[in-house]
């Protein structure tokens, strides 16, 4: 168990529907980085949230959005959804706003849209 | 900007020979580099990290990796590969000190040990 504790593990929607994903990163770490994993385009950095504030952006679509709440869960909200946004969706955090020290990630939460 | 190139989509070793993972990476600023390992339907765990210590990096189950800053690589090895050791691998860069911290991962190569 890294720590960082992501649901549900799983998730199977239709096109067009609204999903959102949960993570609560391990306890100490101020960060959280939302990262999706496809077959084509690998791992790739969506956003980055530090002490509730948005930090950084990666390659997010505007249909997808995310928080970090006061108790620094955060949850990543994917709507009008495709087939293209199946996906692995992985949470990670880490103490502070660099990334020198690598981050804690969690298991993953499984995007199969149908 | 960072990139990171791993040399390898697919690896295949029999059990008890030794295991070469490349890695080469471009970075304009001081890197960070790690190596994570993920299982099949697992998530990602970290290996090991280079962050200007030492260039010879031990991590977890006998990985060892060397930072190699006029060869802009940070190959990953392992004496005797085990069974257990099948996974996809990733090569990962970071700008150490830039504040907005975000990792940027290689495509990943797959390891297959053979019995």
């Known amino acids: 168990d890294s720590g960082v504790t992501q649901t549900p593990k799983h998730l199977i929607t239709a096109t067009g529907q609204r999903v959102t994903l949960r993570c609560s990163p391990r306890?100490?770490?101020?960060?959280v980085y939302w990262y999706q994993q496809s077959l084509d385009q690998g791992l790739q950095f969506l956003i980055q949230?530090?002490?509730?504030?948005?930090?950084a952006k990666g390659n997010i679509l505007e249909r997808f959005s995310a928080q970090q709440f006061p108790d620094l869960h955060s949850e990543l909200n994917l709507s009008s959804l495709e087939l293209g946004d199946s996906a692995l969706y992985f949470c990670?955090?880490?103490?502070?706003?660099?990334?020198?020290?690598?981050?804690?990630f969690g298991s993953g939460t499984r995007l199969t849209v149908v | 900007a960072q990139s990171v190139t791993q040399l390898d989509s697919h690896v295949s070793v029999s059990e008890g020979t030794p295991v070469l993972l490349r890695c080469n990476y471009s970075?304009?600023?001081?890197?960070?580099l790690f190596w994570y390992v993920q299982h099949p339907n697992k998530g990602l765990q970290l290996l090991l990290k280079?962050?200007?210590?030492?260039?010879l990096v031990k991590g977890i189950n006998g990985f060892e990796a060397e930072f190699k800053k006029s060869e802009t690589s940070f190959h990953l090895t392992k004496p005797s590969a085990h069974m257990s050791d099948a996974a996809e691998y990733f090569c990962?860069?970071?700008?150490?000190?830039?504040?907005?911290?975000?990792?940027?991962f290689g495509k990943g190569t797959k390891l297959s040990v053979k019995p």
């Open positions: 990670a955090s880490s103490v502070g706003l660099l990334s020198n020290y690598g981050y804690t």
């Open positions: 306890s100490g770490d101020l960060s």
């Open positions: 949230y530090y002490n509730g504030e948005e930090r």
């Open positions: 970075s304009s600023y001081s890197p960070s």
């Open positions: 280079y962050t200007s210590a030492a260039t």
């Open positions: 990962v860069v970071s700008d150490r000190w830039r504040s907005q911290g975000n990792l940027i």
